[in-house]
């Protein structure tokens, strides 16, 4: 003897109590009663969140053995126990949000402890921590650059902060120094722009600087400055024709 399934059937499908929570004209839908727990494991904080899913619904014909179903609790009945299961699984839901918070915030703490304790840490207490190899290390390349220049000083060890980088030396701002050099009262690049602008080539040039005992001078700058004489695009020393002709007969003789 048959029978056709209603909403809030009770029946046990595959082994497992279900109930039919939908029916239209082509299926019946059951849905089970028992919920499955499940743990999740966050990947971020690597906690363990337990919570109980519903299970797969099945698709079952609307007729089947009177002995097959084993309680009808109606409608009604149905209404209240998807709003009941509704409401525990928003509950559950946020509570394991909760619980995932509770977790993140617990290590941003510790690891932002960590970070204030390692940056204060005092030298004996980065050697606990297994810190001090940086330390020794830089004592070691401070003695390795003593020996090397010949004394067995090692700079002190810095406490607390890193020692000051000693400050290079300043140029030399003397009379002797290549930019104040001077030629006929004129500076060295205003000569050379005079020079180009007189025919006189980087090569020539630089014979002439060398017998006025000028060495200072690279030779791509002087090129450039005997360039810019040539194309008139920077001013030149204003040499007499004398100081000119003193000057070329400075040019080696090839």
Known sequence: MTTYLRLGDVLRHDGQLMVVDYINDSRVRLLPLERTVRVVKDRLSGAEVTF??????????????????????????????????????????????????????????KSKKSGLETATAT???????????????????????????????????????????????KADKSPGAGHMEKICGHSVCSVLRRLGAEGVTAKQATGILAAKGITTMPPASLAVQVGFGRTGKRPAAELTKDEVKELKALIPVE
């Open 52 to 109: 109980s899913a519903s299970g797969q619904h099945r698709n079952v014909a609307a007729q089947v053995e009177v002995e097959t179903v084993l309680e009808r609790r109606g409608e009604q009945w149905l209404n209240n126990f998807l709003a009941d299961r509704a409401s525990s699984r928003r509950a559950k839901s946020a509570d394991a949000q909760q619980q995932l918070t509770n977790e993140g915030n617990i290590m941003a703490r």
């Open 123 to 169: 030298p004996r207490k980065r050697a606990r921590g297994g810190l001090a190899a940086d330390v020794l290390n830089a004592r070691d390349a401070e003695a390795a650059k003593a020996a090397d220049a010949g004394t067995d000083e090692v700079a002190p060890k810095a406490k607390g902060r890193k020692a000051k980088a000693a400050k290079a030396p």
